[in-house]
């Protein structure tokens, strides 16, 4: 039987109306925020999460979807940092498998030198995985990358090196934490944006919100608060400033990365295809991911953190000629089926004003806590999500702010219904809802499809599913629903578009709540930036 009743909007704002005081209250509900919100709940914790949007809207929803140990660090000698991220790698795929699972990844060999030189480095990467190993390194001859690589440039080909990683779902990840979180007694809400802080004789002691919808404001106490914004960190630092107080040096430095998505017919197969030094010296994937092809991406710096950051004409430019090199049938811009940028929350050096007490936790991530004792966190990447959290929740209790209770605790935590599921090459559909598939199924609309994805002809989004995003997933918007439960907007943004009405009707339905012009107008025009290339 499906219980939606702890997910529904009413429930949760009731709660936060009836208990206004809280151990942790936590800012954004992105990967970040939901992980240590979720091991907090873990631990017995009285916690709040508050996402101004909707979770994942950030960062976490435009990931290149690997849940990698991050081959570059190890080319950079950072062993640490990688043997870290390759066990992070085999939790995230034990307790998520429905949304996060094994990705064979092969590097095709174009000159002599490459298949020792990097055969070498992605042997002594699975070596570090140790007992986390997904599968050997391989080096695979010209004829078996080409069968494994069906989409690969032939001319030139002299073997390939075979080695294995892992690919998720991130949005979808994110909202597992979300409800996950909230099954172990946590209160995590999207649409309700934090626009203050509360001081008590200048210690933070709080947050003010109001939910989106309607309006309502809060002012809500927390014994700790965390600031986990992503790129938007300073922002919420600003809000614990003495007014008269000089502004503090940014924390983060956001670096702009751009994916494009082609028919799956340009990478046929199970296997992505990885270059590890691009022409100016980058990465770039083909990766299979729910019946399309990704390709990404670019590191561009941005002093602006645009909530939509646009692609520019360059990196998509990059992105086709790169890709060009490696594919037999080079995607032209006519094949772009949808493109999307995220914006990575680089850290930058620590400021030296001496108001804070810097802990960096590792060159990816760190923690700070303020004088006024506001905790930040930004950094990382996906793949870290939980040891992060455990280093948030350290250096909080550390500080006083939270009372001590043992770590460890999500390292074997499953999260909402776990259990194995298809490869995330296949097109989305019941799979990637595990144990609660037969819920799912429960719902009308079952056999209801909306959206078939046109290559393989599968079934890939029913009715059900955008009622169960509705019920149960925490979806309000319109581009809740299409971006990040049903993924339809980063896979094919003209069949998102065209969807816009059937899933507004089932909006109004299943929460009562009118979608008003403005709305739509605003998923249509969000659905043109999508499909249109700069
Ligand atoms: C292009 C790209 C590719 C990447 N690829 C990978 C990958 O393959 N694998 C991997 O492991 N990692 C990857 N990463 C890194 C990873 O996606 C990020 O490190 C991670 O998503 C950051 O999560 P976050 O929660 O810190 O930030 P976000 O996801 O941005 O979350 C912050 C949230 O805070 C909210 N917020 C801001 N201000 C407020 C406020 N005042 N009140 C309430 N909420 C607020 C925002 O709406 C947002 O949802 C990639 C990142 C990018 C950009």
């Not at 400033?241 to 751009?258: I, K």
């Not at 046109?454 to 299409?482: H, I, N, Q, W, Y």
């Amino acid at each position: 039987m499906l219980n939606a009743a702890p997910f529904a909007r009413t429930a949760l704002l009731a709660r936060l109306r009836a208990q206004r005081s809280w151990d942790l209250a936590v800012i954004g509900g992105g990967a970040t925020g939901l992980g240590v919100a979720l091991d907090a709940a873990a631990r017995g914790l009285q916690v709040l999460l508050l996402e101004r949007g909707d979770f994942a809207q950030g960062s976490s929803s435009r990931a290149t979807k690997l849940v990698h140990g991050g081959v570059r660090y190890l080319a950079q000698g950072d062993v640490p940092l990688v043997h870290e991220a390759l066990r992070e790698r085999a939790t995230l795929l034990a307790n998520a498998p429905q949304v996060a699972q094994p990705l064979a990844f092969v590097v095709p060999g174009y000159r002599l030198w490459e298949l020792p030189f990097y055969g070498a480095g992605l042997k002594a990467y699975d070596l570090l995985a140790g007992r986390h190993s997904l599968g050997p390194t391989e080096l695979l001859g010209a004829a078996r990358t080409r069968e494994l690589l069906p989409g690969v440039r032939r001319d030139g080909l002299l073997g390939g090196i075979r080695y294995w990683d892992g690919q998720f779902d991130d949005a979808r990840l994110a909202v597992l934490l979300a409800r996950t979180a909230i099954s172990r007694g946590a209160l995590a809400l999207n649409h309700c944006p934090v626009d203050g802080l509360l001081h008590e004789q200048a210690r933070v002691c709080g947050v003010r919100t109001h939910d989106a919808e309607t309006g309502e404001a809060f002012a809500l106490r927390a014994r700790c608060v965390v600031n986990a914004a992503g790129v938007w960190v300073d922002a919420v630092r600003a809000l614990d400033r003495d007014r008269d107080a000089p502004p503090r040096p940014p924390m983060v430095a956001p670096s702009q990365g751009v994916h494009l998505v082609v028919d799956r017919a340009f990478l046929p197969g199970q296997h992505a295809l990885l270059v590890p030094r691009t022409r100016d010296g980058r990465v770039l994937f083909a990766l299979p991911w729910l019946g399309k092809t990704l390709l990404g991406t670019t590191d561009t710096p941005r002093a602006d953190a645009a909530a939509e950051p646009a692609a520019l004409p360059a990196e998509v430019a990059f992105l086709l000629q790169e890709s060009a090199r490696y594919l037999a049938r080079p995607p032209t811009r006519a094949d772009v089926r949808a493109v999307w940028a995220g914006l990575r929350p680089l850290v930058r050096p620590a400021g030296d004003d001496g108001s804070e007490d810097t802990k960096a936790v590792s060159r990816e991530h760190v923690v700070r806590v303020s004088r006024s004792g506001l905790v930040t966190v930004t950094g990382g990447k996906w793949t870290t999500y939980r040891a992060m959290a455990e280093d948030v929740l350290e250096c909080a209790m550390t500080h006083g702010l939270l009372p001590r209770r043992p770590g460890g605790v999500t390292e074997r935590l499953a999260l909402l219904g776990a259990a194995p599921g298809r490869p995330l090459g296949d097109p989305p559909g019941e799979h990637l809802y595990g144990s609660e598939a037969p819920a799912l199924r429960a719902l009308p609309g079952a056999d209801h499809w909306l959206w078939r994805d046109p290559e393989s002809g599968r079934a890939a989004l029913s009715e059900a599913m955008v009622r169960f995003a509705l019920r149960c997933e925490l979806a309000r918007r319109l581009d809740d629903v299409l971006a990040r439960r049903a993924r339809l907007l980063f896979l094919d943004a003209a069949a998102a578009a065209a969807l816009a009405e059937p899933v507004a009707a089932l909006i109004e339905e299943e929460t009562g709540r009118r979608v008003s012009a403005v709305e739509r107008a605003g998923f249509a025009a969000l659905a043109q930036q999508y499909r249109t290339l700069p």
